[in-house]
């Protein structure tokens, strides 16, 4: 069943741009199986949050896409393989 996620991200004081141009660049360059694309939107009553609406497959792709990134970060963060 596909689903939607939805994430408020807060950025650092003035800096959304910047924020959200890392996230979209992410995004193009690691489009992971069952995720669908995002919509960004901007708070008009906070400058510095993006909310982000993303479209996925089903929250199996999801959680299975958060595990893989988790463990990548944690290779890098340890400097070690991630256990199997």
Same mark, same amino acid.
């Given at each position: 069943? &596909?689903?939607?996620?939805?994430?408020?991200?807060?950025?650092? *004081?003035?800096?959304?741009?910047? !924020?959200?141009?890392? #996230?979209?660049?992410?995004?193009?360059?690691?489009? &992971?199986?069952?995720?669908?694309?995002?919509?960004?939107?901007? *708070?008009?009553?906070?400058?510095? !949050?993006?909310?982000? #609406?993303?479209?996925?497959?089903?929250?199996?792709?999801?959680?299975?896409?958060?595990?893989?990134?988790?463990?990548?970060?944690?290779?890098?963060?340890?400097?070690?393989?991630?256990?199997?």
């Amino acid at each position: 069943m &596909p689903v939607k996620v939805i994430v408020e991200l807060k950025a650092q *004081s003035g800096r959304r741009d910047e !924020l959200r141009s890392l #996230i979209e660049q992410l995004a193009t360059r690691d489009r &992971p199986s069952g995720y669908h694309g995002s919509t960004y939107y901007e *708070s008009l009553d906070d400058p510095d !949050l993006l909310i982000d #609406i993303a479209d996925w497959e089903s929250p199996e792709a999801r959680t299975a896409h958060l595990a893989q990134a988790i463990a990548a970060w944690l290779q890098e963060v340890r400097g070690s393989s991630p256990a199997s």
